[in-house]
């Protein structure tokens, strides 16, 4: 900002303002007229006061009312600096009605400052002016245009710029519809619509480009149309898409992109040999060394893993999900003890609490699990910050839950919760070795707790629901719990289990061998399964549930819940 000399005279009757302003509420700019003028010794005076004023209150954090005195002073004057940062005041403010009248004067005082426009396409943006905005994007575009001959890219670059991708995505399609439907356009208009989650507006965008592009526009096409399907869950489709160009491009990116659709497809047998080749053209491309590393992991191919992961160990930044991965790798080579020691790197990191958790488990098959408790005791004792120190309580919770001390879990978790108090895994995990005391009053009160605290959780409603069929008969307060999950989840198998088990408790035999098939077409799991054998034996269909039962058996010899549906259902 310019200096200016302000006499004493001056800088004093603006403080005496200022002061009586503050007494007597902030004022607004309708209160600020030229009659105002009349009250100072010159206009030059009354925009000094402004001036001064708009700093004092920017210095104390308030931007709108800095703004209204900064341009209270440009329009007495004829600086642009002060309209401008009337402006930048304003839009930081978020008043779009104020940033708009300082950037009318801005445009006024200097008419060929690009800057200005700039910000006023971005506040009409915002302002949702969508028309206006479009507007001065064309004279930008224009403009840079004949000085530079870049002004498309200048305009994309602009939008790029606004955090709000709704109204960048709005503002765009505006643009393509009335004044460029160009494939370039539609390109850039499939984007915004992508990141804006408009995935079907995304897909005509895309094909449009498609049908009119030249070579590199169609392959960048057939990208945001597999994105887009991506995006409306059409993965499949999505493969298709991409996959014949895929197979002919140049560009890693779009070959990466492939790849990574190929997994996400759980088509990872095709995946692999795609990520080597990319790994072999890009050693040092840490995503992809990321990913093929943990493709040979899956795959149990310790070998090839191995060297991958120890690269990234000198990756910043990822060296402690690399020993993370390391100690899988030694886990599974069955060199516990270099597992062990791995990944106790990794407890600091992202992997923290799965790291923390396979210290334990192998502690307890390697000598016992005191030797277990006591190597947490002293995590818990050296822990820095209250998230790690929760963390190992959590661990400590499961691996006593798991071994059947549920009084002593709970005690973990009651540590835990000390610590913070509305911790959610801590409260979860307590009420389900409350549930296994017996202690079914405590094991509702967390599962309430949680229900207040996120009740819009699909686990957590299924849980307290699934809990008061299994250990109560109040059926409709079930019904209620469990229908709002499958609302928020219709198709998780394990809600679809819960409503089939509500109607099997409540007699109602049809409806549960409905829901109980489509929870076990979608999930083969040994509780769903002896759920499914129970209601179709009491159905009368026992040749059926006979061949899931031994089915299942076969899989999960040990399982003790379908071994218990054997005993219970003589016969089969």
């Known amino acids: ?236 489709e999505a493969v298709n898409e991409l996959g014949p160009v895929a197979k002919t491009t140049k560009d890693p990116e779009l070959k990466l992109d492939y790849a990574r659709l190929l997994i996400l497809a759980d088509r990872r047998s095709e995946a692999t040999p795609l990520f080597k080749q990319l790994y072999a053209s890009q050693p040092e491309n840490s995503d992809i060394l990321y990913t093929l590393g943990l493709l040979y992991l899956e795959q149990k191919e310790f070998a090839f893993a191995e060297p991958l992961i120890k690269k990234l160990l000198d990756v910043p930044g990822r060296a402690e999900e690399a020993n993370y991965f390391m100690g899988q790798i030694y886990e599974g080579q069955k060199r516990s003890k270099d597992a062990i020691e791995t990944y106790k790197n990794a407890t600091q990191g992202s992997f923290g609490l799965e790291a923390t958790g396979r210290v334990a488990n192998l502690l307890v098959e390697t000598d016992g699990l005191e030797a277990a408790r006591q190597w947490l005791g002293e995590e818990v004792k050296s822990a820095t910050n209250d998230v790690r120190k929760v963390q190992v309580l959590l661990v400590e919770g499961q691996l006593l839950h798991d071994k059947g001390k549920y009084q002593d879990a709970i005690t973990s978790y009651d540590q835990a919760i000390g610590v913070k108090p509305d911790d959610f895994d801590a409260l979860y995990s307590r009420s389900l070795s409350m549930e296994r005391l017996g202690n079914f009053e405590a094991a509702e009160k967390d599962l309430r707790t949680l229900v207040k605290l996120q009740p819009d959780n699909a686990t957590v409603l299924n849980a307290l629901g699934y809990m008061l069929v299994v250990n109560t008969k109040r059926y409709d307060e079930a019904e209620k719990l469990i229908s709002k999950a499958l609302e928020i989840r219709p198709s998780d198998a394990a809600i679809m289990d819960s409503m089939g088990w509500l109607y099997f408790r409540s007699g109602k035999l049809d409806k549960a061998e409905e829901w109980l098939r489509k929870a076990y077409n979608q999930l083969k799991d040994p509780e769903v399964a002896s759920h499914l054998v129970e209601a179709l034996s009491a159905n009368g269909k026992t040749a059926e549930a006979k061949t899931i039962l031994q089915d299942m058996l076969g899989k999960f010899p040990d399982d003790e819940l379908l071994k218990k549906v054997k005993e219970k259902l003589v016969g089969l």
Request: one cysteine or more.
């Open 1 to 236: 900002m310019q200096n200016f000399h302000m006499p004493r005279r001056i800088a004093n009757l603006a403080l005496a303002v200022l002061v009586g302003g503050c007494a007597l509420g902030s004022p607004t700019f309708a209160d600020q007229n030229t009659s105002s003028v009349a009250t100072f010794s010159s206009p030059l005076s009354y925009q000094m006061y402004n001036i001064l004023a708009a700093e004092m209150y920017a210095h104390d954090g308030n931007p709108a009312q800095a703004a209204l005195h900064y341009l209270a002073a440009a329009e007495q004057g004829k600086d642009p600096k002060l309209a401008q940062r009337a402006a930048e005041l304003a839009i930081s403010a978020q008043d779009n009605q104020l940033a708009s009248r300082a950037l009318e004067r801005w445009i006024k005082l200097d008419p060929q400052s690009r800057e200005a426009m700039q910000y006023r396409i971005l506040s009409n943006l915002r302002a949702e002016r969508y028309d206006q905005a479009v507007k001065d994007l064309v004279a930008v575009r224009d403009d840079v245009e004949k000085r530079e001959g870049h002004g498309f890219e200048f305009v994309v670059s602009l939008l790029a710029l606004e955090s709000q991708t709704g109204k960048a995505y709005e503002t765009f399609r505006r643009y393509v519809a009335t004044v460029d439907n160009s494939a370039r356009a539609q390109l850039v208009l499939a984007s915004l619509a992508i990141n804006s989650e408009h995935f079907e507006e995304a897909l005509k965008a895309a094909r449009l480009a498609k049908q009119s592009g030249d070579k590199d526009q169609k392959e960048q096409a057939s990208r945001y149309i597999s994105k887009a399907l991506m995006g409306l869950q059409k993965i499949d």
